[in-house]
């Protein structure tokens, strides 16, 4: 008997693969750069749709800036370090190493 897969839905940043060093992980630290979601937001049990709406408002801004950190206002960069310094710190202490392929597909 065949049974309908259940819905996929976000697990979470702090519980993301390879401590949120993902694609949606991104989505989400840079929703949290630009004030799109609070800090304290990690998406968990969020759909794809809702994903994809954050996805959408992420792009926008950084078209403002041209995709580039550099091109940040300097209020920006700085926040911008912060939030991917703290990621980068907690994904290591959980195992993530760099140097691996993830094998993310988001």
Same mark, same amino acid.
């Given at each position: ?48 749709? %809702? ?5 959408? %408002? ?49």
């Amino acid at each position: 008997m065949n049974r309908p897969d259940k819905p996929k839905t976000y697990p979470g940043l702090d519980h993301d693969m390879n401590g949120g060093m993902t694609t949606v992980g991104k989505i989400i630290r840079d929703a949290w750069l630009f004030n799109i979601l609070p800090e304290s937001e990690t998406c968990e049990g969020w759909g794809g749709a %809702q994903i994809d709406v954050i996805y959408q %408002q992420v792009n926008d801004e950084w078209d403002k800036y041209g995709s580039m950190v550099s091109s940040l206002p300097e209020e920006l960069q700085t926040r911008h370090k912060r939030i991917y310094d703290e990621a980068i710190a907690k994904a290591k202490a959980r195992g993530w190493d760099p140097e691996i392929i993830s094998g993310d597909v988001d």
